[in-house]
Each structure stands twice: as structure tokens, then as C-alpha cells.
């Protein structure tokens, strides 16, 4: 399967650690997930993505790209093919406006249900769709759901109306297509609905059956003597309900994060004030 990388900060923050050099990083575990890379940085609020369908290891401009990139978000993903062959247009992360997603998973007998999925996606939605993957309809069938309820286009989505839509995205998703394998080592040929999710403020993630960490947290933070940012919500877990940064990740980042595993259904995230927001 693939795995997932996504950052939000209160401020600008470089990645190149947990990309390329960190035990675990990205660039690293692209060696058992050769099928191509993306990286989306946000400016000015507007997302910038670059992919390729190389391998990120062997890759200059995925170590470029790495190096580079400073922002307050920033979503990362390596693929595994399960689905889709190997191209641009398959790789992730996807984009629709300011709204961005990668995926950790499958849909189990996907061919057999890509049209009632597709049935289920605006048209005006559905037109974007451009590869042919089962990730990149997922996206567009959990927007579908959300711009019932909220204008795509805005910045703010309140996070409480975004995990409301997603639930009931998730839920008729898996009416169509059964249930997703709770077993993070099932056959890469099950259902599994692991994903991120963000409009470049607000941020969530769902635990969708493959494992996936956050981190709002450090043990203590390196440039906490400089930093004008530095909170007591840095160095143990918040009291106030707001956060400095929250990271998720497919394993657990070598360094002096603090991760805690999510539990299977669990949608976590932060909104654009950066209040954690847990979900069971």
C-alpha cells in the first residue's frame, strides 16, 4: 500500500527531515512504494503540487522538492500501484480547488462498483476526474457530500460540518462497497478508506483500516528558546484544546515527536484556528 504524510502549523516549517533524512521518512520507505510521489505546499494560501511517477528515492527533484518546501501545510504521499497504472495522473495527492487529498488503500472488486461509485459523484464534480484510480473517485465522492452542505470554494469549512460529511460519505461509500479490513496487514486487495484530507486550514484524517500516527506534540522542542510561538502545548498534550502543529504519518518519524496510533474509524484534525478535534 501506500504511505501518507501531512503537516499543519502555526508557522512556516520545513519538511526536508521527515521527507528525506528522518528513520522512516518518505524518500526511505519509497524503496517498498516505488510507484511515484506527490508533495502539496501551500502559498498564500493556494496549494502548489508537484508529482512524478518515479520512484522518490531515486529521484532528484523529489529531494529538491523536499529541500525546499516551507510552509504551514503540506501534504506527501508515496505510492504502491494497486490500482491504476503507473502515471501522473494516477498519482497523488489529488486537487480540486483549495481542497487536496492522499489516500492510504483500495477498494476491494473495484471495477464492479466504479460506476455506482461514479453514479454517486456530482457532474459538475465528476468532469475533473482525470486518472484511473480508485483514490482519485473516493475524493470526489466525499466532496460531493460536503458541498451539500458547504460552498467548495470558501476557505473556512468548519471542521465539526466537514467530519459530519465525511461520516456520511464513509458510510454510504461502504454501503456500496462493504465494509473496509480492519487489519492493517490484509491483503492489499481488501478495502481500506485511509486517507488525508485538507483545504490548507483545516485538516483531517481518516483511519480507514491501515495504520496512521499524529503528533501534536514533542518532548522537547529543540528551538523552544526562539521560537515566538513556543507554548506549554509543545512539549505535552494540550489542555487549552489548541495546538501549535499536528502531523500525521503512515509510521511513527524518528525524532522528538510524541506519535499516538489512531484507532480504527477515527477521524482526526485541526481546524483553522488550530483546535485538535477528535472524532470517534
Aim: proline residues 3%; charged residues 20%.
Amino acid at each position: 500500500m501506500c504511505r501518507l504524510f501531512g503537516f499543519r502549523s502555526v508557522i512556516q516549517s520545513q519538511v526536508h527531515h521527515s521527507l528525506i533524512s528522518a528513520e522512516n521518512a518518505l524518500g526511505v520507505q519509497s524503496n517498498r512504494h516505488p510507484d511515484g510521489w506527490g508533495v502539496c505546499y501551500y502559498v498564500g494560501g493556494s496549494p502548489h503540487i508537484i508529482r512524478s511517477e518515479k520512484t522518490a528515492v531515486n529521484d532528484t527533484l523529489f529531494k529538491k522538492v523536499s529541500g525546499v518546501v516551507s510552509s504551514e501545510t503540506v501534504v506527501a504521499h508515496i505510492r504502491n500501484a494497486t490500482l491504476g497504472s503507473v502515471n501522473i495522473l494516477n498519482t497523488h495527492p489529488f486537487q480540486y480547488g483549495h481542497w487536496v487529498f492522499a489516500h492510504n488503500g483500495n477498494i476491494k472488486n473495484f471495477d464492479k462498483h466504479r460506476d455506482q461509485l461514479l453514479a454517486r459523484i456530482s457532474p459538475r464534480l465528476k468532469r475533473f476526474i482525470l486518472g484511473s484510480t480508485d483514490s482519485e473517485i473516493i475524493f470526489y465522492f466525499l466532496l460531493t457530500r460536503l458541498e451539500q452542505r458547504v460552498d467548495l470554494n470558501q476557505k473556512n469549512c468548519p471542521i465539526d460540518i466537514l467530519q459530519k460529511a465525511l461520516q456520511e460519505a464513509l458510510e454510504v461509500l461502504v454501503s456500496i462497497v462493504g465494509d473496509y479490513c480492519e487489519n492493517d496487514d490484509g491483503s492489499n486487495t481488501e478495502t481500506f478508506l485511509t486517507f488525508i484530507l485538507t483545504n490548507g486550514e483545516t485538516m483531517v484524517a481518516h483511519q480507514g483500516g491501515k495504520k496512521l500516527y499524529y503528533s501534536t506534540f514533542k518532548v522537547k522542542c529543540k528551538e523552544r528558546d526562539v521560537c515566538p510561538y513556543f507554548a506549554s502545548e509543545c512539549e505535552a498534550p494540550t489542555e487549552s484544546g489548541k495546538v501549535n502543529h499536528m502531523i500525521f504519518s503512515s509510521e511513527p518519524l524518528h525524532g522528538d515527536n510524541t506519535w499516538i496510533p489512531m484507532k480504527v474509524g477515527q477521524i482526526v484534525g485541526v481546524d483553522n484556528s488550530m483546535e485538535l478535534n477528535i472524532f470517534s
